[in-house]
């Protein structure tokens, strides 16, 4: 049983003493003390700083190789975290570097940044003078977004990049080396490709199932140059606080649907495919004897692929029938044909109908 760690009254289960002493240190932080802390096999000093919330994004920026896209960052995408730094401010630190002119390079806390951004709230980052490998920064990074699962749309994003430097040859190899299955790489790319009209008015992009991907792939796909550019850009307009009124969510996936379904409705009807009866399917059989030509055997007349017809030789050599077989034609043909094959023949030869339904009084 998992021990509990208490400090100062409060009981936690299945926390570690050393995990709660790292949190304790954590919030007992002040802004100028300077700590030293591990960056991969070496310490260095790193220096609380509070970045106002009016100066976040003039003094700080996100480390480039940081593989959250940063402009799918909003209030829907980050409403895991959102409300909780409205309501007491940033509470965890991020890390970075500074440099000499007092600009600071995000490596984790992309997210908070944004939600500080977004709730007017100051922004709390350790930063280090210190200058570090650009792979050791992406690996900082790459640790920290651990905590959200990458979406569709930046896994599109990363595993793109990876097929044009040459890390994987083919989508193939990528889902092995990455562990995933080939449709979940399709797809993702598929969502990496949507139009960026769409992605910009999108309310959260990071959102965006399969479901909802593959569907605005369908609906669009056979659409008129222009046609899915103008009704995006009539969407333009659409401000996600009447979104939000108008389908009573903040959910992301609720009001990605309900933003599709305004655009679907600018969009021309997909075609109504209608159910074929059975009695109209293309597989049905005929049989009609015919004459016996001479050195007979099998007689291709049409192979189309889906409808085919034969002469053929049946029977034993005391009593040999040559058949016509007709397969893949629609009852409607079949009837046409029988009729006039019988014509011809003079009514007098027999005939067989070979599907699951009675034949229709016509045939007999």
Same mark, same amino acid.
């Given at each position: ?31 100028? %003390? ?111 977004? %651990? ?25 193939? %190899? ?131 692929? *889906?409808? *085919? ?41 027999? %005939? ?13």
């Amino acid at each position: 049983m998992a021990k509990k760690g208490t400090s100062q009254g409060i009981a936690l289960s299945g926390i570690s003493e050393a995990s709660m002493k790292e949190a304790v240190e954590l919030a007992n932080m002040r802004v100028g %003390q300077t700590y030293m802390m591990p960056i991969g096999d070496e310490m260095a000093e790193f220096e609380l700083v509070r970045v106002a919330h009016h100066d976040i994004e003039k003094k700080t920026h996100v480390l480039p190789e940081n593989a959250r896209i940063q402009e799918a960052l909003n209030a829907i995408s980050l409403n895991d975290i959102l409300p909780s730094i409205e309501e007491r401010g940033m509470q965890d630190p991020a890390k970075g570097y500074i440099d000499p002119t007092g600009k600071i390079e995000v490596w984790n806390g992309s997210r908070r940044r944004k939600a500080c951004i977004l709730a007017k709230r100051d922004y709390f980052i350790l930063v280090t003078k210190k200058e570090i490998k650009p792979e050791l920064k992406r690996f900082i990074s790459d640790i920290a977004n %651990q905590y959200k699962p990458f979406s569709l749309y930046e896994r599109g994003a990363i595993w793109s990049a990876m097929l044009e430097d040459g890390t994987y040859p083919d989508a193939k %190899q990528l889902a092995e080396g990455e562990q995933v299955s080939e449709a979940v790489v399709t797809t993702a790319r598929k969502a990496f490709g949507l139009p960026r009209q769409l992605v910009n008015i999108m309310p959260s992009i990071n959102d965006l199932g399969r479901p909802a991907i593959n569907e605005f792939y369908k609906r669009t796909k056979a659409l008129k140059e222009g046609r899915l550019e103008d009704a995006l850009e009539s969407l333009e307009s659409v401000h996600l606080d009447a979104l939000i009124e108008e389908f009573g969510s903040k959910d992301g996936r609720v009001l990605n649907n309900g933003l599709l379904s305004k655009l679907y409705e600018l969009l021309p009807k997909p075609a109504v495919k209608l159910k074929k009866k059975k009695s109209d399917i293309d597989d049905q059989t005929a049989i009609v004897p015919v004459a016996i030509p001479e050195g007979l055997n099998k007689v291709t007349m049409v192979d189309s692929g *889906k409808q *085919k017809a034969y002469i053929v030789e049946e029977g034993n050599e005391n009593n040999k029938t040559a058949l016509i077989e007709l397969s893949g034609i629609p009852n409607a043909a079949l009837e046409d044909i029988y009729n006039y094959v019988s014509n011809k023949l003079e009514g007098n030869q027999e %005939q067989i109908i070979d599907h699951e339904d009675s034949p229709s009084e016509s045939y007999q």
